[in-house]
């Protein structure tokens, strides 16, 4: 059956990074797009970024722009998030979703990892 496995999540001081890894298994073939998502405490869950199957269009929002990069590895089975210069406002929980199409709405993923927490403090 289809699992995505999110790990790299951590405590980072503000303007540290961190490397946020999601690994699909379960799954016939890569033409899947994979988004990163995010929620923290008391709020709504938020798209963060998105990459298409074959790398050739990505997505960011714009509270994100400059700072975070999304990447994949078909051959590993496996998506980026490359997060730098972080802010306390990062804190959330960080999870990678699936959807069969391309898409930013949190609705046309189907298939969700259990998140891995994300604490930007000093």
């Known amino acids: 059956q289809l699992q995505l496995v999110e790990s790299g999540g951590g405590l980072v001081e503000p303007g540290g990074s961190l490397r946020l890894s999601c690994r699909a298994s379960g799954l016939a073939s890569d033409y899947y797009t994979i988004g990163w998502f995010r929620q923290a405490p008391g709020k709504e869950r938020e798209f963060v970024a998105a990459i298409s199957y074959n790398s050739g269009t990505v997505n960011y929002a714009n509270f994100v722009k400059g700072r975070f990069t999304i990447s994949r590895d078909n051959a590993k089975k496996m998506v980026f998030l490359q997060m730098s210069s972080l802010k306390p406002e990062d804190t959330a929980v960080y999870s990678c979703?699936?959807?069969?199409?391309?898409?930013?709405?949190?609705?046309?993923?189907?298939?969700w990892g259990q998140g891995t927490q994300v604490t930007v403090s000093l």
């Open positions: 979703a699936l959807s069969t199409g391309w898409s930013t709405r949190t609705s046309a993923y189907k298939y």
